[in-house]
Nanobody, 128 residues
Framework: QVQLAESGGGLVQTGGSLRLSCAASGGTFSGYVMGWFRQAPGKEREFVAGISGSGGTTGYADSVKGRFTISRDNAKNTMSLQMNSLKPEDTAVYYC?????????????????????WGQGTQVTVSS
């Protein structure tokens, strides 16, 4: 069973950048599809980006495509989300998540991919 811990959140101005990190422990990291989700106040949690166990397949929400980049380092059991050109609407708590790859390792988007493991979240605030 994998445990996840996010870091790297903070306060940034519009147009700025932040890099979030997720450290995983307790499982075979390369055997998990990894994802980032976010939840803004009063809104449902939404998928932001996902990456397959090998790192060869990635996917993004339309709202962040071209601005955010997801990556992973299986040797270090870490995943990152580089966020550029941040906007106030990116303000949210960002969650790292994981799901065993199983028989569909290249499926990374919910609802077909059901993420079972979650970190505690890290706050990202973008000021206008």
């Amino acid at each position: 069973q994998v445990q996840l811990a996010e870091s790297g959140g903070g306060l940034v101005q519009t147009g700025g950048s932040l890099r979030l990190s997720c450290a995983a422990s307790g499982g075979t990291f390369s055997g998990y599809v990894m994802g980032w989700f976010r939840q803004a106040p009063g809104k449902e949690r939404e998928f932001v980006a996902g990456i397959s166990g090998s790192g060869g397949t990635t996917g993004y929400a339309d709202s962040v495509k071209g601005r955010f980049t997801i990556s992973r380092d299986n040797a270090k059991n870490t995943m990152s989300l580089q966020m550029n050109s941040l906007k106030p609407e990116d303000t949210a708590v960002y969650y790292c998540s994981a799901d065993p790859s199983g028989p569909i390792p290249y499926v990374i988007r919910p609802p077909r991919r059901k993420y079972d493991y979650w970190g505690q979240g890290t706050q990202v605030t973008v000021s206008s």
